[in-house]
């Protein structure tokens, strides 16, 4: 299917059709990648559809907020929604991706009332600090593997715990799919991007960059021989610290596998952090290497 | 794939030639059937397997004694395995179907820790008695709808609380597959067909007779004009007391949709039972139709 005479990427709201269009994909012999998104998308995501359509055949793309991700008092009402720009950013990329947009309905009909529950991977970190928000991906995740059965999802290092867990669910759940994953795309200052960095005031941005910035100060402590996780982390937070009024909501350095936390840092470990600048709570996380 | 030259069904115990054999038979155009069993097949089992046969052009029959189904004190251990017996009653229906017969450590590896949650449905009746049963019913099914990508999944009306869980995890994660109920299988006497009914010794096997009788009871009772739930379940409750050393766990008349009980009898609805009859624990059920 060509669509080389719209403007846009063909967009689908329903299950059938996109199921269909998936399965005439697959008799064709085409090899199928699924880029899952909350939409308001940026070079972050349209690198994700870069690698899929780089490597697959064809290329779904998903925009659906999906509720219950959200915790009570978090940004579900306000995060950003705008399907016209988003569909306009993709066809930058390419105007062959499909993209499916279900409604809240669709997903969650009246009567629904099944959760997915990944264990330990899903615990500490963004687990603690979100409760019940990994349920609320592992479950969209597995729906949206069934509506689209693709060959290969990608997602992003920026939600590296996500990833984990969607991994352990993907294995343990015998789904036939294989999850890559895409390295952090970051602005030229260093800030990971974020759909949630437009909530962030021009002097908020300025604070945001203590993120990324503990990140590269843990890279540079361990190049220079430190090896004491307790004196990289109080390094790491006194430099957010002084990036003025946000707050720390972890951070850590942790097994990349287990995220668990190390004790030393002889091999690589994985720096991991939220931090609230603002209105906006951001994540970023980093693989440290010792030399 | 034909095996009339030989005696037994195909057996697959891995996964990898499992999902071969089903994307082989897909890209044929055949439809692909379904029958989870735990093995020790009887008649019940292969009325399954008879109407998949029928309706579809490949049946998969799935033999696995799933662990994480089982409470602690419950049967697990014991539970009959015959592998042998059960390709040689498969045989008897058709040496077409494939059967797949995957390891504990195959389905359950080191670090497996991913659950599927179904909600209100599965909370009373079994769900009161066996914590966590259908947490574990729910997630080896999907685990099977995965590996084993059928058209349709056939279950028999027996477990009908299972049915109900698995259809409406079925709705929620949009898993591609029709879940049929077939009609519970009964021996001349009215017991319905069970692996467990070989705990039985000879006297109490006519104890065990008192979960049909009881469920005839109700329906002669409402045939005959009582329409108060009550005096339905005191009945019942009374026949299976009267068959002497027998434990009820729960006698209900319930709503088929949502098992919730019932406060009159006008509409149809499902009277089930679990009793303890010896070392065995039994389930049976049926719908009692007003005239």
Redesign the interface.
């Given at each position: 299917m060509s669509h080389s005479s719209t403007q846009l990427p063909q967009l689908l709201e329903t299950?059938d059709p996109m199921?269909l269009a998936i399965l005439n994909a697959r008799r064709e012999g085409r090899s199928i990648g699924l880029v899952p998104t909350m939409g308001a998308l940026h070079e972050g995501h349209l690198s994700l559809v870069q690698a899929s359509v780089s490597k697959c055949d064809l290329t779904v793309v998903t925009i659906f907020v999906n509720p219950t991700q959200f915790g009570p008092g978090e940004d579900f009402g306000k995060y950003p929604r705008d399907l016209e720009a988003d569909l306009a950013a993709l066809a930058t990329v390419s105007r062959d991706v499909l993209v499916f947009a279900p409604s809240v309905e669709l997903m969650y009909p009246a009567?629904?009332?099944?959760?997915?529950?990944?264990?330990?991977?899903a615990r500490p970190l963004e687990g603690r600090c979100r409760p019940g928000h990994f349920e609320g991906v592992?479950?969209i995740v597995?729906?949206l593997f069934?509506?689209v059965?693709a060959d290969v999802a990608f997602f992003g290092q920026k939600d590296y715990q996500q990833l984990l867990v969607i991994r352990?669910?993907v294995s343990?759940?015998?789904?036939?799919i294989r999850v890559e994953m895409c390295p952090t795309v970051r602005d030229a200052d260093g800030l990971a991007l974020s759909s949630r960095n437009r909530y962030l005031s021009p002097p908020q941005r300025q604070q945001a960059l203590s993120l990324s910035r503990s990140l590269q100060l843990a890279a540079e402590l361990v190049a220079g021989g430190q090896r004491d996780p307790q004196v990289v982390l109080r390094r790491m937070r006194e430099l957010i610290q002084q990036a003025g009024d946000v707050r720390i909501d972890y951070v850590a350095l942790a097994d990349p596998d287990t995220l668990q936390p190390v004790s030393s840092m002889d091999r690589p470990v994985l720096a991991l952090l939220a931090v609230r600048v603002g209105p906006a709570r951001l994540i970023d996380n980093g693989m440290i290497q010792p030399p």
């Open positions: 299950a199921r009567g629904y009332d099944t959760r997915v529950v990944v264990g330990a991977v592992a479950t597995l729906k069934q509506l059965p352990r669910m343990d759940l015998n789904i036939p």
